[in-house]
């Protein structure tokens, strides 16, 4: 028994203990707050002066590669492939024949027409020799010229479309892989093969609508692709006249050379265009920059406080951000801890060069 009153003794002695260390504790975290100089402790925090510079202003813009020309080759008449003059994901040249299909029910038609057109151009010649010697009205000329005029045309018609059985290269470009074979029946619904030019290449992308003042034809601009660490250049050759309402985006295409046909249609391209240079321009560490509900501010420092100010900023590259008022010469603008201060919190400065 004396062993469990000990035990109960030693309980509550040290319950009792616990319950005495958090009151001090508590009540001593409690002086702290209350003591003025806790709320006044200095913050030790980086900062940069601010100094006007040049700034080469550049929009970051994302875009798709294009062919410069690209066409789907297909065949305008219905017949049996009689051959096949290409080889797949080579170059051809503009008017190189491609694919031939089967005519000879079109020459046989056309050497039906072209006996009826001579039977018609020998009725006309005869009505014509008889109306001169007033043997027949003129009405009965008129007839006999239509007809033989009429010849004339169906036998053009039949023409055209054994030109069309001979399908062949628009412009030159490289063909794509082929869906038909030598015997194949087609239609003109059949994709026989993709022909594209890739000598030049199309750039198209869009900007906000804020700088469709700055672009000019024959601006330049470099673009990479994925996949590849070369830089590659363009040129700016045509622009929307009109701002998207949907967007408030403007449309430009810009054309670059592809002779080594290292660059692939349909591709994305990560644009860098270069804008006005700006001269005396403010631009400070992004990490300056406190987001806020109703926009963007920093902090200055004003007689060892810090200061709230509001800015507007515009272009913003990997590290600097180009403010375009808020700011002026000569200010302190701190870089580091502006997540955690208040406006007139002390703060002590440590100046790190730009």
């Known amino acids: 028994m004396k062993i469990k009153y000990i035990v109960y003794t030693l309980l509550i002695t040290g319950l009792g203990a616990l319950i005495f260390y958090r009151i001090k504790e508590n009540n001593s975290e409690n002086d702290k707050s209350k003591d003025p100089k806790s709320k006044n402790k200095t913050t030790k925090v980086s900062g940069i002066v601010v100094v006007p510079q040049t700034f080469e202003n550049n929009l970051s813009l994302s875009g798709s590669i294009e062919a410069n020309e690209q066409v789907e080759i297909r065949s305008e008449v219905s017949g049996i492939v009689e051959s096949i003059q290409f080889k797949e994901g080579v170059t051809v040249s503009k008017g190189q024949l491609l694919f031939k299909v089967n005519d000879v ?111 000019k034809i024959g601006t330049p601009l470099s673009f990479t692709v994925a996949g590849s660490t070369s830089s590659y250049t363009a040129k700016i050759y045509a622009i929307e006249p009109e701002i998207s309402v949907a967007t408030r985006t403007l449309q430009i295409r810009a054309v670059a050379d592809n002779k080594d046909g290292k660059l692939l249609p349909g591709t994305f391209a990560d644009i860098e265009l270069p804008l006005q240079k700006i001269n005396d321009a403010i631009v400070i560490p992004s990490e300056a920059i406190v987001p806020v509900q109703d926009g963007k501010k920093v902090f200055t420092v004003r007689n060892g406080k810090a200061k709230e100010n509001k800015v507007e900023t515009e272009t913003r590259t990997d590290k600097d951000v180009l403010v375009l008022s808020g700011l002026k010469p000569g200010d302190t603008v701190l870089t580091s801890g502006v997540m955690s201060l208040k406006d007139d919190a002390p703060v002590k400065v440590m100046i790190k060069k730009q």
């Open 105 to 215: 029910e079109l020459r046989a038609q056309l050497r039906q027409q072209e006996t009826r057109e001579s039977l018609a151009s020998e009725n006309e010649r005869r009505a014509g020799l008889l109306l001169k010697k007033e043997a027949i009205s003129q009405e009965e000329y008129d007839v006999a010229r239509a007809d033989f005029k009429s010849a004339q045309a169906q036998t053009q018609l039949i023409r055209a479309q054994i030109a069309k059985t001979s399908v062949r290269a628009p412009f030159s470009g490289k063909i794509g892989l082929r869906s038909i074979s030598p015997g194949t029946y087609i239609t003109p619904d059949i994709l026989v093969a993709k022909l594209v030019n890739v000598s030049q290449l199309k750039i198209t992308f869009s900007i906000p609508e804020k700088y469709a003042g700055q672009m």
